[in-house]
């Protein structure tokens, strides 16, 4: 996509149609990613596979929330249909990154009365994908702006401040391992992260 903010025009379909596509490709690529990670057949790239993954729908996202206020065709929101099982999804990457999965997290950096929880890696990634699930759902069934108005939506309200906070767990896991600081914890993220190949 260009720099150029998209902006409304009298056929908001076909203004959105090109970076529509694009957000949807970007989706697609993330979802079928950690399909593909969770399923554990390379389980010592997990956190270089997710940190990179993460990274890059955090760009989506970031795009997402660059352009005005995408406003959908109906009042009210379409139903895309019963919501997506993540359960599998969220088991398969509990148990790869288990005992590193949980993390702490400061609720709102802007806030910081709200004070700091602790979050999983495996939650978090479960969410992020029923969220963009659903948009693809709009999608699919032809609804662009709807798809558009619910990614943007959510990722203001929900999977941006999520994917936001794994992004900054996985780092901090990779961090450690590469500097070696150690402790237990980290150990065992270390045994099980091995460098992936620069060309990913």
């Known amino acids: 996509m260009s720099s150029a903010v998209a902006r409304p025009a009298d056929d908001p379909a076909a203004e ?12 697609e690529s993330f979802l079928l ?8 057949a390379d389980p010592g ?4 596979l997710l940190l990179l993954e993460v ?23 379409p139903d895309a249909g019963p919501d997506a099982d993540v359960d599998e999804l969220r088991l398969r990457i509990a148990a790869l990154l288990e005992p590193v999965d949980g993390y702490v997290e400061v609720v709102d950096p802007v806030d910081p009365e709200r004070g700091a929880t602790g979050f999983r890696l495996s939650d978090d990634l479960a969410s992020i994908a029923q969220d963009l ?4 759902s709009h999608y699919k069934d032809g609804r662009v702006i709807e ?18 906070s794994a992004l900054r767990a996985l780092h901090s ?19 099980a992260l091995l460098p992936v190949e620069a060309e990913l």
């Not at 990613?33 to 399923?39: D, F, G």
């Not at 500097?179 to 065992?188: A, F």
């Open 16 to 27: 959105y149609g090109d970076f529509a596509a694009e957000i949807a490709d970007q989706i």
């Open 33 to 40: 990613a950690v399909r593909e990670i969770a399923r554990g």
């Open 45 to 48: 790239s997990t956190l270089s």
């Open 55 to 77: 990274s890059q729908l955090c760009l989506a996202g970031g795009r997402l929330g660059a352009i005005s206020d995408v406003v959908p065709d109906e009042r009210f929101e």
């Open 133 to 136: 699930l659903h948009g693809l």
């Open 147 to 164: 798809a558009l108005w619910w990614w943007q939506f959510s990722y203001l309200s929900s999977w941006g401040s999520t994917a936001g």
């Open 173 to 191: 896991l990779i961090a450690h391992t590469r500097l070696d600081h150690h402790d237990e914890r980290i150990e065992v993220a270390q045994e």
